[in-house]
């Protein structure tokens, strides 16, 4: 649909400051969708992904369905954990090789929480810059940003938007996700490229799927943001019960539960589950993640968080006392 791409790059051009044609914008089958094209796009075989982790696990199944290869850059928590004396950018550059192609992240970040600031950002887009690289930027989350400044969309930096394909989710942002439709705004004379990978992908976006989209573009900014409140509301209960290490959040839909000091994540959560709780195993995330769990603290009215949490606070002081 003509007016569900237009009203997209309206959507976008309010983030990025500046005019989005409508004919970068392509709809998609929700963001998996987005992102499935956009490494098709710029990968080929053997071609890699510095993927910033952790991650999103399906973002490593889609760079390998592309051809390529997945290479993990530790750096949400390191970041989190104030980022004092991390070197994000060296990270980043240690992990390149003459097969580097392109950098994904996703931010704010699922599993952790973490939201990448400009002056952050900024580093990636110097860094693409200098090393010829694609960004493809995971914005599933943009509309739970808790911070005041908002969430800073990448390709508004500089001359970000040249080399930055970005990924966004009606499903998450306007809680359809059933609905199954996304959008991917591609750098300038990407478009085609994308449009043809799209076509044998999925074909084209269900035409009452995009009906519904573009209504519910029409939500009201207040509804929006009360929508982020009640999600950071949840986030600040998570934060002020668990007595478990996790991670600090500043957007999204989740916190990472360090469970070192448990001696095993996956035990941890088979725990969990006999009494009732659901947690994802860290090793989803990335390969350096088997001691860790992500928790949902928007998977159920704040009550029934709050009472799984009792729960989750409880395993873990006793298998704390017993490793």
Wanted: include cysteine.
């Amino acid at each position: 649909m003509a007016e569900l791409r237009a009203a997209f790059a309206r959507e976008v051009s309010g983030w990025r400051g500046g005019q989005v044609p409508a004919e970068q914008v392509l709809v998609t089958g929700g963001a998996t969708h987005a992102l499935s094209i956009a490494f098709r796009a710029v990968l080929r075989a053997d071609d890699e992904v510095l993927v910033l982790s952790p991650h999103w696990p399906d973002a490593a199944g889609l760079v390998r369905a592309a051809g390529g290869v997945v290479r993990e850059v530790p750096v949400f928590l390191e970041l989190g954990a104030g980022g004092f004396g991390f070197d994000l950018v060296g990270a980043v550059e240690g992990a390149l090789t003459p097969r580097t192609r392109a950098v994904y992240f996703n931010s704010p970040n699922n599993p952790t929480g973490y939201r990448l600031d400009r002056r952050r950002l900024a580093m990636l887009v110097e860094l693409a810059e200098r090393h010829d690289l694609w960004l493809i930027s995971d914005n599933t989350y943009d509309g739970y940003d808790f911070t005041r400044e908002g969430f800073p969309d990448i390709a508004g930096i500089g001359a970000a938007a040249q080399r930055t394909f970005s990924v966004h989710s009606c499903g998450t942002t306007y809680a359809m996700p059933g609905n199954r439709v996304g959008y991917l705004v591609c750098p300038p004379g990407a478009a085609a490229t994308a449009a043809v990978w799209a076509r044998y992908t999925g074909g084209a976006v269900p035409t009452v799927a995009q009906f519904a989209a573009y209504e519910a573009l029409r939500t009201p900014r207040a509804e929006l943001d009360r929508r982020r409140d009640r999600a950071a509301a949840a986030w600040w209960l998570a934060d002020s019960t668990l007595e478990v290490p996790h991670t600090d959040v500043s957007g999204g839909l989740y916190t990472f539960l360090d469970l070192r000091a448990w001696g095993n994540g996956e035990r941890f959560v088979r725990r969990c589950a006999e009494f009732g709780v659901g947690l994802v195993p860290g090793r989803n995330f990335g390969a350096h993640y088997g001691s860790w769990a992500r928790l949902c603290f928007t998977a159920a009215p704040p009550q029934r968080v709050a009472e799984a949490i009792e729960r989750i606070n409880k395993i873990y002081g006793e298998g704390a006392d017993e490793h």
